[in-house]
């Protein structure tokens, strides 16, 4: 185990610029084609509007599938992935959290 845990950390470490890249493309879809639902979500971008409520509106977002009210076949592929990826990504850490063993001395 101890030779999976560094591999399976590097990829989950990478896999974060990832998602990082993906909540953009997102960002730039919804503000350039669906502007009205862009700024009804209070306009969330990586950096400037990054607030808890921003970042529980796009959450919301992703998770009830709301893409798939504004029938934009771009979108609803990046939302499948994002959610697929977003699932694989939780199962992986929760995997390395708890393959660390705590108060282990050899």
Same mark, same amino acid.
């Given at each position: 185990?101890?030779?999976? &845990? ?6 989950? &470490?990478?896999?974060?610029?990832? @998602?990082?890249?993906?909540? =953009? ?9 669906? *502007?009205?639902? =862009? /700024?009804?979500?209070?306009? *969330?971008?990586?950096?400037? !509007? !990054? ?6 509106? &796009? ?6 599938? /709301? @893409?798939? /009210?504004? !029938?934009?076949? +771009?979108? #609803? ?9 977003? #699932?694989? =990504? ?10 660390? *063993?705590? +108060? =282990? #001395? *050899?």
């Amino acid at each position: 185990m101890k030779e999976v &845990f560094p591999m399976m950390f590097g990829v989950l &470490f990478c896999s974060v610029f990832v @998602w990082f890249f993906l909540c =953009y493309r997102l960002f730039k879809i919804l503000e350039t084609r669906h *502007p009205e639902k =862009y /700024e009804s979500m209070g306009k *969330p971008s990586l950096i400037m !509007n !990054n607030s808890l409520s921003s970042n529980i509106t &796009f959450m919301k977002f992703i998770f009830k599938r /709301e @893409w798939r /009210e504004l !029938n934009d076949s +771009g979108l #609803a592929t990046l939302g499948k992935f994002m959610l697929v990826f977003f #699932a694989i =990504y939780i199962v992986g850490f929760l995997t390395l959290l708890f393959s660390v *063993p705590l +108060g =282990y #001395a *050899p």
